[in-house]
C-alpha cells in the first residue's frame, strides 16, 4: 500500500487542507482532515475506507474511488469518480490532499506511473509498510499510525511546497550531495518528480548511491553517469566534476552530523562541513551555478557545539561568496523525524527491543520537522534565495522529549508502565532548549506563509584568514582543544565549555582519517 500526500504551502494557518485556489466540491470544506482518493474499489480499498471513516483521528476524509472495473459506480456510498488513468484531473477537479493506493496486485512500474502523475498536481508518494501483510493479519489500519503525525510534532503536518516552486528545478542539471542520506535521498525523490533535465547524486559511500538508485529506478546497476563517488573535502575531484557536469543547482546535504562523535573528534567535524561547503562553493562560482543551497542544523543557532559552530561556519561561507550571479541561501533544520540516527528512530528500536528509552534530561525540548517538511524548505529556499539568507520553517513550539516518549508509546497501544525511561545526562556540545534564531539574529518574514529568514550578518575581520588557519589545524589533525580555540577565532560567538586538562577526546595525537 503506498499513501500519495499533497504538499502544498497555500494550507491556511490553523493546519487544515486548502485546496490551492481550486473551487471547493462535495463540501470540502466541512471536512476536518484531509480529502482522500482510494485507488482500488475491491476488498482491500472497502477496508480502507470503513477503517478511515471510523477512526477520524488518522486525519484522512475519503471523498470517493478510482477503479478500472465499469460496472463499479457506488461503494460503500461513496461514488468511484473514475479510472486510474484520470487520477490527476479527478485530484483537481475533487480538491484532493492524499491519495491511498489500495490494490495489492498493482505492479511497481503502475505505483510509480501513478506516483509522477500526482506529482504533477503537487502529491506526493509516501510508502507504508507492505499493504499485504497488514491485509493479513486484518489490521489494516494500524499501518496507517504513522499518518498522526501532529500529536509527535505538536502541531499539524504542513504541506510546503508550492507548485510554482518546483520550476527552480524542472529542466535543470541539478546536483545533491550526499544524495544517500536520509535528507538528500528523499530530495532526490521528490526532484526527480519535478522533471529535472539531469539529476546527480554525489555521495562519498557506494552502498548508499547502490540502495538510491534501487529505490528511485527500481533496479541498480551502479551504471549510470548521474551516480556520482567523490568526497567532498577533495578540491581537485570537487572542480572536476562541477567543470564536467556543468549543474545548475546545487543542493549541499552531505555533512557529518551526529554531535557526540563531533565533540570527540572535531578535525573530521571542520573537513567535512567547513572544508567540504568552502569546496563547493569555490567550485559553484567557478562554473556559473544558479543557485546553492546548504543544508544547516539550528545547532548553528548560538552554537556550544563542534556541530553547531561548524554549520555556523559553513553558513557564513555561504553569506561571504553572495551577492553575485550566483544565489546562494542556507536552510536551518530542526530535528528530522525519521531520518538515519534521529530520535525516533532509535526511540522505535529501543521501544520494539524491550530497552529502555534513553532521554539525557526530563525537561529537553527539541524543534520537530518531518522528511518531508524539511525537503518542502529545501525546494522553497531555492526558490526565494537572493543574497546568502538563512530560511527556517515555522516549527511551532519545541516539543518535550518525554512527552514525544509518552506520546509515541500510546500509538503503539503500550501501557505508560511497560516504557522505562533512563536519564542519562546531557552531553557535551547538548543544549537544554535549542533556539533557531541566535540572540543577534532579527527573523525577516518571506514570501512563503510558514517560512522566516534573517539576513546575513557581517563577517569577523579578516575571515577568511581565519577561516584558512581553521582549516590548516584541521588538517593537521591538531589535538581537540586546539580545534576549539581555531573555531572560537573564526566564529566569536562559539564559547566551548572548558574540558579537563587531561581530556583531549579519544586520542591526544594526529589520528587518522577515517570518513
Known sequence: MSIVTKLESDSPSNGHAQ???????NGNSQRKGLSCLIVGAGHAGRIISRDLRKVPEYGLVPVGFLDDKPSRHSVLGLPVLGTLEQLPDVCRRECIDAVVIAIPSLSAPRIRRLAESAAAVGIQVRYLPS???????ETLISELRHLRI???????????????SQAVVAGKRVLVTGAGGSIGSELCRQIKRFGPAALFLLDHDESNLHRLQMQLEGQALLD???????????PGRIHQIFRALRPEVVF?????????????HPSEGVKSNVLGTKT???????????RFILISTDKAADPVSILGATKRIAEMIVQSRAGGSTRFASVRFGNVLGS????????????????????THPEVTRFFMTVEEAVGLVIEAASMA????????????????????????AQMHLAPERVEIRFTGLRQGEKLYEDLFSKAEERIATAHPKIMATAPRQLPPNFADRLDALLFAAGANRPPHEIKRYLAFVLPEYQPPPEPADHNGYFSYPYPDDF
Open 150 to 164: 501532529s500529536s509527535l510534532l505538536g502541531r499539524d503536518e504542513l504541506r510546503v511546497v508550492r507548485t510554482a
Open 252 to 264: 549541499h546535504a552531505a555533512a557529518h552530523k551526529h554531535l557526540p562523535l563531533l565533540e570527540r
Open 19 to 25: 485546496s490551492n485556489g481550486h473551487p471547493q466540491s
Open 280 to 290: 563547493l562553493v569555490g567550485a559553484a562560482l567557478e562554473t556559473g551555478v544558479e
Open 131 to 137: 499493504f499485504v501483510a497488514a491485509l493479513q493479519r
Open 386 to 409: 537572493e543574497a546568502g539568507e538563512t530560511f527556517v520553517l515555522d516549527m511551532g513550539e519545541p516539543v518535550r522529549i518525554v512527552d514525544l516518549v509518552h506520546t509515541y508509546a
Open 340 to 359: 538515519r540516527g534521529s530520535f525516533l528512530t532509535v526511540l522505535s528500536e529501543q521501544i520494539e527491543n524491550g530497552d529502555a528509552v534513553t532521554v
Open 224 to 234: 549510470n553517469d548521474e551516480l556520482i563517488i567523490a568526497d567532498i573535502r577533495d
